[in-house]
Nanobody, 118 residues
Framework: QVQLVESGGGLVQAGGSLRLSCAASGSIFSIYAMAWYRQAPGKPREWVATINSGGSTNYADSVKVRFTISRDDAKNTVYLQMDSLKPEDTAVYYC????????????WGQGTPVTVSS
């Protein structure tokens, strides 16, 4: 089992920045990749970014250049640095982990809310 705990959400003005953290515990050796998703009110959950065990990263077009996913293996933590925030980035942000490239995301955090005011 893997436990994920997000933190760092909050209220920020448009153009501002926030850094989200996702602390992993439990069977972290089994993690192949970690990702950030988000869900805005009334909308389906949306993939934001992924980082795998080799350090490769991928981003949704809507956040490319503005967001950066990274990890600190010593702290078992994945980060999402969000810059140049827009009101449309308002959502609950979730951290997720998967055990292989052939499985879906098995583990999810509880989410941290981000609100960007205009």
């Amino acid at each position: 089992q893997v436990q994920l705990v997000e933190s760092g959400g909050g209220l920020v003005q448009a153009g501002g920045s926030l850094r989200l953290s996702c602390a992993a515990s439990g069977s972290i050796f089994s993690i192949y990749a970690m990702a950030w998703y988000r869900q805005a009110p009334g909308k389906p959950r949306e993939w934001v970014a992924t980082i795998n065990s080799g350090g490769s990263t991928n981003y949704a077009d809507s956040v490319k250049v503005r967001f950066t996913i990274s990890r600190d293996d010593a702290k078992n933590t994945v980060y999402l640095q969000m810059d140049s925030l827009k009101p449309e980035d308002t959502a609950v942000y979730y951290c997720a982990a998967r055990r292989s490239s052939k499985t879906g995301y098995d583990y999810w955090g509880q989410g941290t809310p981000v609100t960007v005011s205009s």
